[in-house]
Nanobody
């Protein structure tokens, strides 16, 4: 059974930092694309960042987080991280980890077969 478990969310002031973690079990980590999405209240779930767990390690970011967020993996621990810096109130959302290898761009939700339960990030002004 595949499980993705996020952690690291919380309340932070604007300008602060948080690091989210997502531990994956029950799947072959390498070869999947690992992604982070977020969903703010009343809004649809949106792409944040993704990384290929292959030799290329290619990364992808939403324009709104480029230069502020960094996605990385620790393959030996089947874990993906999202380092978030210079946080803004508009970053407030539930953040979801996803894993998948379906055809399609890493920014698209249809690529991902597995999803975590989410972790809340709240940025106060």
């Amino acid at each position: 059974q595949v499980q993705l478990v996020e952690s690291g969310g919380g309340l932070v002031q604007a300008g602060g930092s948080l690091r989210l973690s997502c531990a994956a079990s029950g799947l072959t980590f390498s070869g999947n694309t690992m992604g982070w999405f977020h969903q703010a209240p009343g809004k649809v779930r949106e792409f944040v960042a993704a990384i290929a767990t292959t030799w290329s390690g290619s990364t992808y970011y939403a324009d709104s987080v480029k230069g502020r967020f960094t996605i990385s993996t620790e393959n030996a621990k089947n874990t993906v991280y999202l380092q978030m810096s210079s946080l803004k109130p508009e970053d407030t959302a539930v953040y979801y980890c996803a894993a998948g290898r379906r055809p399609g761009p890493p920014q698209g939700q249809s690529k991902y077969a597995y999803w975590g339960q989410g972790t809340q990030v709240t940025v106060s002004s």
